[in-house]
């Protein structure tokens, strides 16, 4: 960090952030045509077993930290723990108000999806540039690119298949959506990263350092 970085709006990007993001991922949700992996994953949970998508979210979160952890001999970064936390309460909080419903038409929740997938990617690039850590999901993937040498871009996909398959038999919504997230999510991430890493480095008066991983 620069001489003049300011530790606390370098957090309050972070946590901005993940407010966005959050927000995005509950209109990806209720757009009911599908959602991301992790997202089927947590929604499949919650069918079986109860409880709210937030708090699966931390849950599946917490447990792939440990992994990550494990697999690395390493303590987990303050920031992939208030990741988890964080965008969990936020999920929960955005999907309580009674506003943000399932549009009638199909023409209309695809453009929910999208709105959310723009949403979402900028609401990572907005947290990943405050540098601060990747969340649980691009902590595991690090460790297991790290520990097998095998190229992110080949880690990220496996990961994303098990994930959806997993919750696909337990449940999860998997629709054209899906696919469409998948498709799309990567590329407005990356346009909304080097946006807002510019934006940051203003802010704080430092040059960012990019981060690998464009998810939760």
């Not at 999907?95 to 929910?112: D, F, G, R, S, V």
């Not at 520990?147 to 880690?155: E, G, N, P």
Request: proline share 4%; with cysteine.
């Amino acid at each position: 960090m620069a001489h003049n970085d300011i530790p606390w709006l370098r957090w309050g990007i972070y946590f901005a952030g993940l407010f966005v993001m959050s927000f995005g991922i509950v209109l990806t949700i209720r757009a009911d045509v599908g959602c991301a992996p992790w997202d089927v994953l947590h929604i499949g949970l919650q069918r079986q077993f109860g409880l709210t998508i937030g708090a699966w979210s931390i849950i599946v979160g917490m447990g792939v930290l440990a992994a990550s952890a494990l697999l690395v001999k390493q303590r987990p970064r303050l920031g992939a723990f208030l990741n988890m936390v964080t965008v969990g309460m936020l999920i929960d909080g955005w999907m309580m108000i009674p506003q943000l419903k399932t549009p009638e038409q199909p023409l209309e929740q695809y453009a929910l999806l999208m709105a959310g997938i723009i949403v979402s990617g900028y609401g990572m690039g907005l947290y990943i540039s405050a540098g601060v850590g990747a969340g649980p999901r691009d902590s595991l993937m690090l460790a297991l690119t790290e520990l097998t040498r095998w190229k992110v871009a080949y880690i990220r996909i496996g990961m994303e298949a098990l994930v959806l398959l997993v919750g696909w038999l337990l449940g999860g919504p998997v629709s054209f959506g899906t696919l469409l997230f998948c498709v799309t999510i990567g590329s407005v991430a990356g346009l909304a990263l080097p946006q807002c890493q510019k934006m940051t480095g203003r802010l704080l008066g430092t040059t960012i350092v990019r981060v690998q991983g464009l998810s939760r």
